[in-house]
């Protein structure tokens, strides 16, 4: 039976079965690193795809083309998104996509409104029809990006820290969904672009801006020179609003984090004292503060569209279970992915798994639970240092593991392995779940 | 929504199908002389069609 050290150790590297597989290099490549990881992936020799894009860029332009494509195509290699963040980034992308086609809905339809009117003859006239357009447009970002919009904080991928928590208005240049400065800047200055030029297209159309210059061109003097004379207060009065800002968020941080450790860490070594006659409630206790502690240092917030992911389930499960029977159970999960029917029943598998190693090789020292979960497939090996046991002398009337855990996993779709060692190796579960192409 | 035998309709292809058989029959209507299409008409009824299609697709897609 091999020891868990051996079941982290990363798979070998396998030739692409798919074009989405395939990665760039940068950091072994000469120029971008394309044609060495798509050689890599592909099992062939990079000087060959070099002497390949090389001829066809000589001989008719195309393989600089083909290069530069595959450079801005191609991820780079080792950088590969989670499972949790590419759905998450998957879902931001879609709910863009959606948008941008409901806003151009809507505008078709107004110009189908606006053209009707203007073939039935109604008083619709050039004046006021695209100004208004203008403004409306114009408005909608402005507005949008000032009230913010709904969901936007939902579709952010990254977990939030721990500051997150305190109820701090966001900064006005920066959104509800986290978007960049640049970003935001520009979306309010097209907006306002906008409206001026809806402003300007009026008094064009209306005969007004010859007049409406001279105006113009003595507000700018009178602007200037109150920018001039109050620059200086206004720059004073962002940076101690800056400065206040900064000192409510650390105040608040302490207090969330005195509040925290109130609520918990005191609270247990209290309890701990108490038990102080209890090794086995001691230890318990204590594993159960630091895996709390833990995630709460970690920042990981809790899923607000109530999906199921395999991590977080697991731990949920060897939680109940060390809670019942006072077994520890280390779980250690790399990478995450979302859990459908299949996914539930390999949890399901899992935590029998785990009942089983808590009921039987408790004695034994702490079970250990390790899940791999990618876009692929997820797998979980759940491994004690029992007695073991022959899977073939289990009595047929015994149907925790042919039933639950084994016909479970092939019910869905998976499979399940038991190494187990009968002399006192420990037995160790493996399940195994290929997952749908994701897209 | 779901149909008959408790498929699941795609609505898009519900809209657009439907759309889709009105504008064909403007069309037929033009063609038979009961309706009078000029670029005046045209304009606005291809840029409706575009519109719901576009507004559909982009509210169903929505999460």
């Known amino acids: 039976m091999s020891p868990m050290a051996d079941i982290a150790a990363p798979t070998p590297r396998r030739p692409a079965s798919s074009l989405r597989e395939l990665r760039r290099d940068p950091e072994h490549g000469i120029v971008a690193g394309v044609c060495e990881g798509i050689g890599r992936r592909l099992d062939l020799d990079p000087l060959l795809l070099r002497i390949v894009f090389g001829a066809t860029t000589f001989a008719s332009g195309l393989g600089v083309v083909a290069y530069l494509l595959a450079w801005w195509l191609l991820p780079v290699e080792g950088v590969e998104p989670s499972a949790a963040v590419a759905a998450a980034e998957q879902r931001s992308a879609r709910n863009r996509r959606a948008a941008l086609e409901v806003s151009f809905g809507v505008g078709f339809l107004v110009i189908a409104i606006l053209l009707t009117f203007r073939e039935l003859g109604l008083p619709f006239s050039d004046v006021l029809t695209w100004p208004l357009v203008l403004v409306a447009a114009g408005g909608a970002l402005i507005w949008r990006q000032s009230v913010g919009r709904p969901g936007a904080a939902g579709t952010a991928a990254v977990p939030a820290p721990v500051s997150a928590s305190a109820p701090v208005a966001p900064p006005l240049l920066q959104d509800a969904g986290g978007e960049s400065r640049p970003a935001v800047i520009s979306r309010i200055g097209i907006g306002v672009t906008l409206v001026v030029a809806a402003a300007i297209v009026f008094l064009q159309f209306s005969g007004a801006l010859a007049a409406a210059s001279d105006v113009a061109l003595a507000a700018l003097v009178v602007a200037i020179a109150l920018v001039v004379i109050f620059a200086p207060f206004f720059v004073r009065l962002l940076t101690s609003l800056s400065i206040e800002r900064a000192e409510r968020i650390r105040s608040q941080e302490r207090a969330e984090v005195a509040a925290h450790l109130h609520d918990s860490v005191l609270q247990t070594l209290a309890l701990m004292q108490k038990r102080a006659d209890d090794p086995r409630e001691v230890a318990a206790l204590a594993r159960r503060q630091e895996r709390e502690l833990r995630t709460w240092l970690n920042g990981v917030p809790a899923r607000a569209d109530g999906e199921r992911w395999l991590a977080p389930a697991l731990q949920a499960a060897a939680d109940e279970i060390e809670q019942a029977h006072g077994v520890a159970i280390d779980v250690v999960a790399v990478g995450d992915a979302p859990l459908d029917r299949d996914g539930e029943a390999l949890v399901a598998a899992a935590r029998e798994a785990m009942l089983n190693a808590a009921k039987f090789a408790g004695d034994a020292g702490a079970v250990a639970v390790y899940a791999e979960a990618g876009a692929e497939r997820m797998e979980v090996f759940v491994r004690d240092r029992g007695p073991g046991f022959d899977p073939a002398a289990v009595p047929g009337d015994r149907r925790g593991v042919r039933e639950s855990i084994v016909g479970r996993m092939e019910r869905h779709g998976g499979r399940a392995a038991i190494n187990a060692a009968p002399d006192g190796g420990g037995t160790e579960i493996e399940l195994v779940l290929e997952c749908g192409d994701p897209s | ?63």
């Open chain 2, 1 to 63: 929504m779901r149909g008959p035998g408790g498929r699941q309709i795609d609505r898009l292809s519900l809209v657009a199908g439907l759309v889709l058989v009105l504008f064909g029959v403007a069309l037929l209507l033009e063609r038979s002389g009961g309706l009078h299409l000029t670029f005046g008409t045209m304009a606005p009824l291809t840029s409706a069609v575009l519109g719901v299609i576009l507004l559909v697709t982009g509210l169903s897609r929505r999460e």
